[in-house]
């Protein structure tokens, strides 16, 4: 990280979520072989309705990396119930930096659904199990 960067974890705000279904969509989108076999419009709207279910559920824990003296700035997020990693995302400039250790930070984590490249990654270094969504 740089010096002129403090990067804390926050609670979600309300208009944090436009940001986590973008960059979950995408992502999921781009780094999922499968879901570009289904036409764009039909994933996105699906997978929209299917993100938004997540987030509702009671003990959803959604947690947001910013800069301490830009809150409304996202370094990355992590979105984990029951002890299942849902998705992690960190900015490309931030990655390898310890940010998503800080998200997971005293999470006892199990398993993971997420089937990009980062959740692949993070699931074979902690060992976990691969639970599907």
């Excluded at 009671?58 to 997020?77: N, T």
């Excluded at 390898?96 to 997420?114: E, M, R, V």
Aim: proline fraction near 5%.
């Amino acid at each position: 990280m740089t010096d002129s960067v403090r990067i804390i974890v926050r609670t979600p705000m309300p208009e944090d979520l436009n940001f986590i279904l973008a960059t979950w969509l995408k992502g999921n989108y781009f780094g999922n072989s499968n879901s570009k076999k289904i036409a764009p419009e039909k994933y996105y709207q699906e997978e929209a309705e299917r993100i938004t279910g997540l987030l509702a559920l009671p003990g959803i824990d959604v947690s947001i990396a910013c800069d301490e003296s830009k809150p409304e700035w996202i370094a990355g997020f992590s979105v984990t119930h029951s002890g299942t990693i849902h998705w992690i995302y960190i900015r490309k400039y931030f990655r390898k930096q310890g940010i998503a250790k800080l998200l997971l930070k005293d999470k006892d984590i199990k398993s993971f659904s997420a089937i990009t490249k980062i959740g692949k990654a993070i699931a074979e270094k902690k060992g976990l199990n691969f639970r599907p969504y």
